[in-house]
């Protein structure tokens, strides 16, 4: 079997390419200090998103007062201040029906809400049932009764809007500190790639060349040319 040379001409000269030089990492732009920056920036804003959607649970979590309620068919005394509304709820078991009154305030003072807004604290579900909204300040006494067994609080009046407005905020800091720190991370990571290699360019030694080590020259051939 015959074995054909690969180099008719004699092997290929000129030796093979120099190494490309070592770039420190120290040496490329943007530092990667940037990489932290990233990772405290995206901390700070999930860590704003966290505090928000917490503060926001807890304002409506505390805005039922609990520590006063009363069962049904009891009376408890509140003060109201004028033209600030209150909401009275319910916990109960099933949809008894439900009636409250203060005796000291004037028809119209209390009225039923439009929608339906209920929480749970612990094991209890709270309802809001009736708003009071009292021409004068004072302390009023409310009495309220239930078909069925119940437990009545006073609160503050639901702010759905602002509650809503408060979690999406908190989910959008969320993403911001995905969205801002993957942007840094790749823009900072692409940079000093290229900077890497203008460096490479920079500072790779020019290519060496020397003479074939052996035998004729194998272009042009020798002799007159057409």
């Known amino acids: 079997m015959a074995i054909q040379n690969p180099y008719p001409w004699g092997p290929?000269?000129?030796?093979?390419?120099?190494?490309?030089?070592?770039?420190?990492a120290r040496d490329l732009r943007p530092r990667r200090i940037w990489y932290l920056v990233a990772a405290l920036l995206g901390l700070v804003l999930a860590g704003a998103g966290i505090?928000?959607?917490?503060?926001?649970v807890k304002n409506t979590l505390d805005s039922i007062?609990?520590?006063r309620s009363f069962s049904s068919g009891d009376s408890r005394t509140f003060g109201f201040v004028q033209g600030k509304t209150k909401a009275i709820y319910v916990s109960q078991s099933g949809?008894?029906?439900?009636e409250c009154r203060i005796p000291e305030l004037g028809s119209g003072s209390m009225t039923r809400p439009d929608?339906?807004?209920?929480?749970?604290?612990?094991?209890?579900t709270w309802e809001r049932v009736f708003?009071?909204?009292?021409g004068s300040s004072g302390a009023y006494t409310l009495t309220c009764t239930s078909e069925l067994p119940a437990?009545?609080?006073?609160?503050?009046?639901?702010?759905?809007?602002?509650?809503?407005g408060n979690i999406v905020a908190g989910v959008g800091c969320f993403l911001a500190a995905f969205a801002v720190a993957v942007?840094?991370?790749?823009?900072?990571?692409?940079?000093?790639?290229?900077?890497?290699?203008?460096?490479?360019?920079?500072?790779?030694?020019?290519?060496?060349?020397?003479?074939?080590?052996?035998?004729?020259?194998?272009?042009?051939?020798?002799?007159?040319?057409?």
Not at 131 to 134: G, S
Not at 191 to 197: C, F, L, V
């Open 12 to 24: 290929p000269y000129g030796g093979p390419p120099p190494p490309l030089p070592a770039i420190p």
């Open 95 to 98: 949809k008894g029906r439900v």
């Open 183 to 226: 942007a840094i991370i790749v823009v900072t990571a692409v940079r000093r790639s290229r900077h890497r290699r203008r460096l490479v360019a920079m500072w790779a030694p020019p290519p060496q060349w020397s003479p074939p080590p052996y035998g004729p020259t194998p272009w042009p051939p020798h002799g007159p040319q057409p």
């Open 131 to 134: 708003e009071v909204k009292p």
């Open 151 to 164: 437990e009545f609080a006073l609160g503050d009046t639901p702010r759905v809007g602002a509650m809503a």
């Open 51 to 56: 505090a928000v959607i917490v503060v926001t």
């Open 65 to 67: 007062d609990t520590a």
């Open 115 to 124: 929608s339906t807004f209920r929480i749970t604290l612990g094991s209890r």
